[in-house]
């Protein structure tokens, strides 16, 4: 039996990157990626805007939904400030058990905690059981039909505060036509488009950026 996805950038990691740094852990999966097997990471032009709107969100306790690999878990862990944390969520225990791995590589395992299951199940247990009060800042991008439903949980569990930042990946390719409605539509976001490209590739894709207004 062959090895998965996973299991080979995991490998291009140990067998390139250097042991705690997340830069180069970040430039070897874009490498592999783009040259030898294309992978759905956020990637390295979309990956620049994440990490700017990151930079200036500096968000104190931080979610993500799709946890993959662990590239953008790292994009973002790297530039969070000591005493930060980053919580990411993925379903897939073969995705989990690799992410954890690539995410120890970069060094970064203290500031993130990688929570196995569903985001319909994990969200409601953030309070109570992950104490936490609210996130300053949500990366969505599992399921791209779990973005809406995941948004609204979001708010029922009282998880966003006044000028809570969501940013989207995908919001053109594959697409999240009923997320991107409701965030342009509702009057409890601010919302804006980054336009760029599809990771490791030409086509038009872009990143949502919205403001929770509470
Ligand atoms: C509900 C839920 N809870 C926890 N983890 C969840 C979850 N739904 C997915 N996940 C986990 O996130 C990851 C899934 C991410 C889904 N991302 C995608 O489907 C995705 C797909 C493309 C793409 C674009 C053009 C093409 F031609 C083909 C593919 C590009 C991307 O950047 C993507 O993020 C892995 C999965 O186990
Ligand atoms: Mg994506």
Request: net charge negative; hydrophobic share 35%; glycine share 6%.
């Given at each position: ?16 990157a ?6 180069s852990v970040?430039?070897t ?186």
């Open positions: 039996t062959g090895s998965t996805q996973p299991q080979r950038i995991l490998k291009a990691v140990q067998n390139n250097t042991w705690g740094d997340a830069e970040i430039a999966i874009d490498n592999y990626c783009r040259r030898k097997e294309w992978a759905m990471n956020v990637g390295d032009d979309k990956g620049p805007i994440l990490d700017s709107v990151v930079s200036e969100v500096s968000p104190k306790v931080a979610l993500e939904l799709g946890t993959y690999c662990g590239y953008s878990t790292i994009r973002i862990a790297r530039l969070l400030s000591p005493g930060s944390c980053l919580i990411t969520l993925e379903f897939n225990p073969d995705c989990a058990i690799i992410a954890r791995q690539i995410i120890a590589w970069a060094g970064l395992q203290d500031r993130v905690q990688l929570l196995e299951g569903p985001s319909k199940d994990l969200i409601p247990q953030m309070k109570e059981s992950f104490r936490v009060k609210s996130f300053d800042f949500v990366f969505l991008d599992h399921w791209k039909e779990y973005y809406l439903p995941d948004t609204k949980l979001l708010e029922e569990c009282g998880l966003l505060r006044k000028g809570t930042v969501l940013l989207a990946d995908n919001v053109i390719c594959p697409g999240t036509p009923k997320y991107l409605e409701y965030v342009r539509n509702s009057p409890r976001y601010e919302s804006c488009y980054f336009k760029s490209h599809l990771e490791y590739t030409k086509v038009e894709d872009g990143l949502e950026k919205s403001v929770f207004l509470g």
